[in-house]
Nanobody, 115 residues
Framework: QVQLVESGGGLVQVGGSLRLSCVVSGTNFRFTGVNWYRQAPGKQRELVAGVTSFGTTNYADSVKGRFTISRDNDKNTVYLQMNNLKPEDTAAYYC?????????WGQGTQVTVSS
């Protein structure tokens, strides 16, 4: 069974930083791509960043230059380093992976950026 567990969210002031973690189990992690999504109240869930099994990364335009996604295959963990946070970054953040034809999600971690 694929499981993803997010952590690292919290309350931070404008301009601050947080690092989110997503621990993945139930897959051959080295061959698994992982994405970070977020969903704010009243808005659609949106793709924030992704990293492939080869380490290739992609980002939403709104976070380019501020967020960095990375992976540690020895720890089965994907990170999202978030710098220079803005109020519009406030959302529940979820990690996601596709494995065995199943699209799996974690429970989410809340990020709140105060203005």
């Amino acid at each position: 069974q694929v499981q993803l567990v997010e952590s690292g969210g919290g309350l931070v002031q404008v301009g601050g930083s947080l690092r989110l973690s997503c621990v993945v189990s139930g897959t051959n992690f080295r061959f698994t791509g992982v994405n970070w999504y977020r969903q704010a109240p009243g808005k659609q869930r949106e793709l924030v960043a992704g990293v492939t099994s080869f380490g290739t990364t992609n980002y939403a335009d709104s976070v380019k230059g501020r967020f960095t996604i990375s992976r540690d295959n020895d720890k089965n963990t994907v990170y999202l380093q978030m710098n220079n946070l803005k109020p519009e970054d406030t959302a529940a953040y979820y990690c996601n992976t596709l494995w065995g034809a199943r699209d799996s999600w974690g429970q989410g971690t809340q990020v709140t950026v105060s203005s």
